[in-house]
């Protein structure tokens, strides 16, 4: 079965420029997450997606920042502009959750390989 | 307080010997719990998953949870240098679509 598919792998671009990642789900999957890491602060939550709806975008740094969801197997996530300290890895996830209120799930997030991302 | 803490190493073992990783969680309706390794320049990739009370076992690896204390923990039974990583405790909690995650516990098995 396919994972979680990101691109591009690498991103290297000016500061200012508009920057979009994206992200391809498992199938299946009903909730998709976009995270940021850096050596200082971890791994941020950035939003996640249940059924194609964003659910909880507080992670989102800045109106820079935007994503979308338009159907189950694509994800975005927009900088525009982009900033030097925008610079990271770019993690999608993706997993299969009950409904809030539901049965409990061991269900785990599986994360594609990640987007490096560097604003010069 | 943080949501999920771990302590952040480095946590250096010999080769062959059991490596301990703890995390503790502030959500004390929290249900399932991961552990993820991530090596350098890697995404995180699961380990292990453990959802009830007392010890879970893949292979070299024990998962142990105890959701009176709040706590859940990693054994890595005869650690091989490959093993050196990034080990990272997850958090499902409850009424929440959300995976809370600690910041790591670099780990170094010295062969």
């Known amino acids: 079965d396919a994972g979680v598919i990101q691109s591009p792998r690498h991103e290297v671009t000016e500061m200012g420029q508009e920057v979009t990642l994206r992200c391809k789900p498992i199938?299946?999957?009903?909730?998709l997450f976009w995270y940021r890491q850096t050596m200082m602060r971890g791994l941020e939550l950035l939003i996640y997606f249940n059924n194609n709806v964003p659910i909880d975008d507080s992670g989102m740094p800045e109106d820079r920042f935007s994503a979308k969801m338009p159907n189950a197997s694509f994800s975005t996530l927009k900088i525009q502009p982009s900033e030097p300290r925008d610079s990271a890895v770019y993690f999608c996830?993706?997993?299969?959750?009950?409904?809030?209120?539901?049965?409990?799930?061991?269900?785990?997030?599986?994360f594609g390989d990640g987007t490096r991302l560097s604003i010069l | 307080q943080k949501e999920v803490e771990q302590n952040s190493g480095p946590l250096s073992v010999p080769e062959g010997a059991i490596a301990s990783l703890n995390c503790t969680y502030s959500d004390r309706g929290s249900q399932s719990f991961f552990w993820y390794r991530q090596y350098s320049g890697k995404s995180p990739e699961l380990i292990m998953s453990?959802?009830?009370?007392g010890d879970k076992e893949d292979g070299r690896f024990t998962a142990q949870l105890n959701k009176a204390s709040q706590y859940v923990s990693l054994l890595i039974r005869d650690s091989q240098p490959s093993d050196s990583a990034t080990y990272l405790c997850a958090v499902h909690g409850s009424g929440t679509y959300k995976y809370i995650f600690g910041t790591g516990t670099r780990l170094k098995v010295l062969a």
């Open positions: 453990i959802y009830s009370n």
């Open positions: 996830a993706s997993s299969l959750i009950p409904p809030v209120g539901g049965v409990a799930s061991d269900q785990p997030q599986h």
């Open positions: 199938s299946g999957h009903n909730s």
